[in-house]
């Protein structure tokens, strides 16, 4: 069985074995596992045997077998077989990615279906949730066909001249000329289809083109912390900058060369420099459904910077563009003074609402932080447990992944399933009771708190809210953040630092509500015919996925990830 030591196997490892033998592509050997051999010179009974193909069926004289079935233990996919099934069983070592279905132990197959089982069951949940989804989705497509229908045929004479008499006030109708030649467009574009597209007099470019509104975001994210070769730049792309006296630096890419010293350049690089395991990043948001993302800074960190360098980049980032881009692009409105119609926006703050929802609700299960959000009201995932063990799965759609502790905190998925309508539908039938289970009072406090939050996101990313309703929910969301805050702070028995949210938390929430409501006024006043588009602003969305990437990667498919 074995080259140099003769080794002893347990052949019963194969006997439940339903695949056959096969030696140069053929069939040579099959198990029998049900038949019962009986010796007749002794009582010995087997349970189980082998049979070659070409089973001559005649028994010698010497261990009552066929010729060529006493020859299967030499065959080598006997063998192989063999030693694939024994091989480290006992030591539970073996990496079983490895080995194939057939040649795992029962053990093994139970414990790989147990998993396959609970896998599936998890896929047919996520299948009955986009499902649902994609019905909600069509529903709401031919609700907004019919509501297409309806605003086409809206609208009366007097709306069409209140509007040219605005553009006039503007300064967009030079004369009455551009005024017919701006008819005269319209009309000659009239069904114009085809890769030529619609054509417009140059006299009418202001009534045909508007400006865009461009936001400005920053975020820094975990990134894979690894350092590349950049072969066309012939740069070493990951270190954010040299360990004496460190500063992140924005461009810190060592040349390597191809001379004597590149070797050397290589390990001092690694030797004097520091590896960048974060990623920082300001995009520049055009509020546009259809236009991409400007990248203005990408670069490594250690997240060991000051606000002076930070308020440096933005300056820079800010000149560049109104040097190159706001004349053709719109004004940035994130972090420069802009002044219409009378009054100043400045610095209006624009934090991004995924990141926030992410930190709120990790304080569900904070390590230093037990918050209290009134008398006797706790908010705690313990909580979140007890709707799992109280309701099924498809109920409240949560499962071990939401609750644990070491889960991903940066998964913004996790953090919307858990602060959906359905999961506060839960919490208010525990709170109430039911003919089966006794009224649970002391949950108020999580819904109260996941409410709060689901108001809080849905100022942003609500689908079906006007404009006023999202100021009405900015100023609830910030009238209770205020109330629960004055709550923790004149109660002697509670602290700011161990009972309510984190001051980066808190502040950057209302900085966040306050921007919001900003911009809608920003366009109410200066661009009310466009869509205010909230959904747009932040980086969130966007860097949520830089988590996998190398920064050299990052840097050679930004086009691809932004």
Same mark, same amino acid.
């Given at each position: 069985?074995?080259?140099?030591?003769?080794?002893?196997?347990?052949?019963?490892?194969?006997?439940?074995?339903?695949?056959?033998?096969?030696?140069?592509?053929?069939?040579?050997?099959?198990?029998?596992?049900?038949?019962?051999?009986?010796?007749?010179?002794?009582?010995?009974?087997?349970?189980?045997?082998?049979?070659?193909?070409?089973?001559?069926?005649?028994?010698?004289?010497?261990?009552?077998?066929?010729?060529?079935?006493?020859?299967?233990?030499?065959?080598?996919?006997?063998?192989?077989?063999?030693?694939?099934?024994?091989?480290?069983?006992?030591?539970?070592?073996?990496?079983?990615?490895?080995?194939?279905?057939?040649?795992?132990?029962?053990?093994?197959?139970?414990?790989?279906?147990?998993?396959?089982?609970?896998?599936?069951?998890?896929?047919?949940?996520?299948?009955?949730?986009?499902?649902?989804?994609?019905? *909600?989705? $069509?529903?709401? @497509? #031919?609700?907004?066909? /019919?509501? &297409?229908?309806?605003?086409?045929?809206?609208? +009366?004479?007097? !709306?069409?001249?209140?509007?040219?008499?605005?553009?006039?006030?503007?300064?967009?109708?030079?004369?009455?000329?551009?005024?017919?030649?701006?008819?005269?467009?319209?009309?000659?574009?009239?069904?114009?289809?085809?890769?030529?597209?619609? *054509?417009? $007099?140059?006299? @009418? #470019?202001?009534?045909? /083109?508007? &400006?865009?509104?461009?936001?400005?975001?920053? +975020?820094?994210? !975990?990134?894979?912390?690894?350092?590349?070769?950049?072969?066309?730049?012939?740069?070493?792309?990951?270190?954010?900058?040299?360990?004496?006296?460190?500063?992140?630096?924005?461009?810190?890419?060592?040349?390597?060369?191809?001379?004597?010293?590149?070797?050397?350049?290589?390990?001092?690089?690694?030797?004097?420099?520091?590896?960048?395991?974060?990623?920082?990043?300001?995009?520049?948001?055009?509020?546009?459904?259809?236009?991409?993302?400007?990248?203005?800074?990408?670069?490594?960190?250690?997240?060991?910077?000051?606000?002076?360098?930070?308020?440096?980049?933005?300056?820079?980032?800010?000149?560049?563009?109104?040097?190159?881009?706001?004349?053709?692009?719109?004004?940035?409105?994130?972090?420069?003074?802009?002044?219409?119609?009378?009054?100043?926006?400045?610095?209006?703050?624009?934090?991004?609402?995924?990141?926030?929802?992410?930190?709120?609700?990790?304080?569900?299960?904070?390590?230093?932080?037990?918050?209290?959000?009134?008398?006797?009201?706790?908010?705690?995932?313990?909580?979140?447990?007890?709707?799992?063990?109280?309701?099924?799965?498809?109920?409240?759609?949560?499962?071990?992944?939401?609750?644990?502790?070491?889960?991903?905190?940066?998964?913004?998925?996790?953090?919307?399933?858990?602060?959906?309508?359905?999961?506060?539908?839960?919490?208010?039938?525990?709170?109430?009771?039911?003919?089966?289970?006794?009224?649970?009072?002391?949950?108020?406090?999580?819904?109260?708190?996941?409410?709060?939050?689901?108001?809080?996101?849905?100022?942003?990313?609500?689908?079906?809210?006007?404009?006023?309703?999202?100021?009405?929910?900015?100023?609830?969301?910030?009238?209770?953040?205020?109330?629960?805050?004055?709550?923790?702070?004149?109660?002697?028995?509670?602290?700011?630092?161990?009972?309510?949210?984190?001051?980066?938390?808190?502040?950057?929430?209302?900085?966040?509500?306050?921007?919001?409501?900003?911009?809608?006024?920003?366009?109410?006043?200066?661009?009310?015919?466009?869509?205010?588009?909230?959904?747009?602003?932040?980086?969130?969305?966007?860097?949520?996925?830089?988590?996998?990437?190398?920064?050299?990667?990052?840097?050679?498919?930004?086009?691809?990830?932004?």
């Amino acid at each position: 069985m074995a080259s140099g030591e003769e080794q002893s196997f347990n052949v019963k490892l194969l006997i439940n074995d339903v695949k056959v033998g096969e030696d140069d592509s053929k069939t040579s050997w099959y198990p029998l596992p049900f038949v019962t051999v009986n010796l007749k010179k002794h009582t010995t009974e087997f349970k189980g045997t082998f049979k070659h193909v070409k089973c001559t069926g005649y028994v010698m004289k010497e261990g009552n077998i066929c010729e060529l079935c006493k020859g299967i233990p030499t065959l080598p996919s006997f063998k192989k077989r063999l030693l694939l099934r024994t091989l480290n069983v006992n030591d539970g070592n073996r990496d079983l990615t490895k080995v194939r279905f057939d040649y795992m132990t029962k053990t093994e197959q139970l414990n790989l279906l147990q998993k396959k089982s609970e896998e599936l069951k998890k896929c047919r949940s996520d299948a009955f949730f986009l499902k649902s989804k994609h019905i *909600r989705l $069509k529903l709401r @497509t #031919r609700t907004l066909r /019919e509501k &297409l229908t309806e605003f086409s045929s809206r609208g +009366d004479i007097k !709306a069409i001249y209140h509007k040219l008499v605005k553009a006039e006030e503007k300064g967009i109708l030079d004369n009455k000329n551009v005024f017919l030649e701006t008819i005269e467009s319209i009309a000659n574009n009239f069904h114009v289809q085809g890769p030529h597209g619609k *054509r417009y $007099k140059s006299s @009418t #470019r202001k009534i045909f /083109e508007a &400006l865009l509104i461009m936001g400005a975001a920053e +975020d820094e994210t !975990a990134i894979v912390g690894t350092v590349m070769y950049h072969q066309d730049r012939d740069e070493l792309l990951g270190f954010c900058g040299p360990k004496d006296n460190h500063k992140c630096m924005e461009n810190n890419h060592i040349k390597v060369g191809n001379d004597r010293d590149a070797y050397d350049r290589l390990v001092n690089a690694f030797d004097k420099n520091i590896i960048g395991k974060y990623a920082r990043v300001i995009l520049l948001n055009p509020l546009h459904e259809k236009i991409p993302h400007l990248v203005a800074l990408l670069m490594p960190t250690c997240n060991r910077f000051t606000h002076h360098t930070v308020y440096h980049q933005w300056q820079k980032v800010q000149n560049l563009y109104e040097l190159h881009l706001e004349h053709e692009l719109g004004p940035l409105i994130a972090r420069k003074e802009v002044v219409e119609n009378g009054y100043v926006i400045r610095e209006i703050g624009d934090q991004d609402v995924i990141h926030n929802h992410k930190k709120i609700i990790n304080h569900l299960d904070h390590t230093s932080r037990m918050l209290h959000i009134g008398p006797d009201l706790l908010v705690h995932m313990n909580q979140i447990e007890l709707v799992m063990r109280s309701f099924p799965v498809l109920v409240h759609g949560l499962t071990r992944d939401h609750v644990r502790r070491d889960r991903d905190r940066q998964n913004w998925k996790v953090a919307q399933e858990l602060s959906f309508q359905r999961v506060q539908d839960c919490l208010n039938d525990l709170i109430n009771g039911s003919d089966d289970r006794a009224p649970i009072p002391s949950v108020k406090g999580t819904k109260a708190f996941l409410y709060v939050v689901h108001q809080y996101v849905d100022i942003f990313f609500s689908p079906k809210a006007s404009l006023a309703e999202r100021i009405s929910l900015a100023g609830f969301v910030t009238h209770f953040l205020g109330i629960w805050r004055n709550y923790v702070y004149l109660n002697q028995a509670l602290t700011l630092t161990s009972n309510f949210l984190s001051r980066e938390t808190y502040c950057d929430i209302f900085i966040s509500v306050h921007f919001a409501v900003m911009l809608i006024c920003f366009y109410r006043d200066n661009f009310p015919n466009s869509q205010c588009l909230l959904h747009l602003t932040g980086s969130g969305w966007k860097t949520q996925r830089m988590i996998v990437y190398p920064f050299g990667q990052m840097r050679s498919d930004r086009l691809k990830l932004f």
